[in-house]
């Protein structure tokens, strides 16, 4: 059996995991990650594209922004496309200036891999059988590593492993509460390398379900259908999706749609999911570990970086200040953000997509929620605030650093 003792244990390596990797390093805090699947396969990823100001600031505190700055493409708008109009909402007019950037989680994973490479930094890829113990008094977790047994002892664990993970699952039951609503529908997605319809991201709420307009670069596109829980990849045709896609668009968006050969293709349930509380003895869950969000607004990986954002600085304060004060707050302060970002997510999921349970009238009355808020500056501006991601007050590590 390998013993191998260190500060922090991440297990799981995908942007949470790295960016919490990648901060605690920044700070001169010893970790490993472990991670179940090969690096390969986890570059190779394709999920989210929308990064909020809050997460960029990150991702530039933890020193990988050079890519980010160089190809991200800063937007300060999104169109809403419904009854055939589309309309624009003005993120930065609406919010004093803040906007998203349009770059992609494939990106961001292989930015903060490299630099924890470029850093000699200890990773167990393709670490067999993970499983976590005695989180409450003195951590470990054993895992089979290039057949050998391992063995690691930490003062703390931090659960990155996502929804599927094993450290959610190794907490007892009593110890904690889930929530979960999932959606009877799911998001087919495309990825092709063909120009983007348009500039900016079009949310389209239509008749024949919910369709969204995106891209990973000016040559690269990203596009989504609203799809049923039963329905299978295997029943779209590159030229059935594209032809569905134009069923959703206006004229002018039908007409210019370029279209080309997907090089990816995959459904994606919908569920909104949380975890109560996301700290358990030495134990933190951070990002899809402890909670899910609908991708409709954009808030998965935003939520993974600020939870990290959280423990990265609790973590720091314990270990240079000696205070224990942000791991005892961690739990609450990501949960108040968490449920602000589960909201929304639900509501323009509600808002936006087509549901068969739906009666005559409840449709109208999203028709009628939907022409308030496209028609109001202060229901532009919740949407807005909401999209371009709510403030989180946490110490950097330069604050730290100043103190000692
Ligand atoms: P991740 O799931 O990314 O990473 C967890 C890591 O832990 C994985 O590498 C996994 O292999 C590893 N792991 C799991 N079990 C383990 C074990 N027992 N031992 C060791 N390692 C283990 N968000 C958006 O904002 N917009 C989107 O469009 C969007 N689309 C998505 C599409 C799909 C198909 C999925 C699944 C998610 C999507 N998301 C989207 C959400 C997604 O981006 C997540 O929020 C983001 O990946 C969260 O990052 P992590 O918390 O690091 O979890
Ligand atoms: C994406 O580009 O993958 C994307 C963008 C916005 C969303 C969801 C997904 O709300």
Same mark, same amino acid.
């Given at each position: 059996m390998e013993i191998v003792k260190t500060k922090v244990a991440i297990i799981g390596s995908g942007p949470a995991g790295l960016l919490l990797g990648q901060l605690l390093y920044k700070a001169g805090i010893d970790h490993v990650i472990v991670e179940q699947r090969s690096a390969d396969y986890v570059s190779s990823r394709i999920r989210a594209g929308i990064l909020e100001q809050v997460s960029v600031d990150l991702l530039t505190e933890a020193g990988v922004d050079e890519n980010l700055k160089a190809h991200g493409l800063p937007h300060s708008g999104i169109e809403i496309l419904t009854q055939g109009q589309k309309h624009r909402l003005d993120l930065a007019a609406l919010t004093g200036g803040k906007q998203v950037t349009v770059y992609g989680q494939t990106e961001v994973t292989k930015d903060l891999m490299h630099a924890r490479e470029q850093a000699g930094l200890s990773s167990y890829y393709e670490a067999h059988n993970v499983q976590i113990d005695d989180f409450y008094t003195q951590p470990k977790v054993t895992f089979q590593y290039q057949n050998q047994p391992y063995q690691i002892e930490c003062d703390f664990i931090a659960?990155? !492993?996502?929804? +599927?993970?094993?450290c959610r699952a190794s907490v007892p039951e009593d110890k904690i509460k889930t929530f979960e609503k999932v959606y009877p529908f799911g998001w087919l997605g495309v990825l092709a390398d063909v120009p983007p319809v348009a500039d900016e991201l079009i949310y389209v709420q239509s008749e024949r379900g919910f369709a969204l307009c995106s891209m990973r670069s000016e040559t690269r596109s990203r596009y989504y259908l609203q799809v049923p829980?039963? !329905? +299978?990849?295997?029943?779209?045709s590159d030229e059935q999706f594209w032809d569905e896609l134009k069923n959703r668009l206006d004229p002018e968006s039908r007409e210019k749609l370029i279209t080309g050969p997907s090089i990816e293709k995959s459904i994606a349930p919908l569920r909104s999911f949380v975890t109560e509380p996301m700290r358990f003895g030495k134990l933190f869950l951070a990002g899809d570990a402890a909670h899910i969000v609908p991708p409709t607004g954009a808030k998965g990986l935003n939520l993974a970086a600020s939870d990290i954002a959280y423990l990265s600085s609790a973590l720091i304060q314990y270990y240079l200040d000696g205070s224990e004060q942000g791991i005892n707050e961690y739990s609450e302060k990501c949960l108040q953000r968490v449920w602000k970002a589960e909201r929304f997510s639900w509501w323009m999921t509600h808002l936006l997509h087509r549901f068969e349970t739906e009666s005559e009238f409840d449709h109208k009355i999203k028709q009628a929620e939907l022409s308030y808020i496209l028609g109001s500056l202060a229901g532009q501006t919740t949407l807005a605030e909401n999209y371009v991601g709510l403030p989180y007050e946490i110490k950097h590590l330069s604050e730290f650093q100043q103190a000692s």
């Open positions: 659960g990155c !492993d996502g929804f +599927h993970g094993v829980l039963t !329905d +299978h990849v295997d029943n779209w």
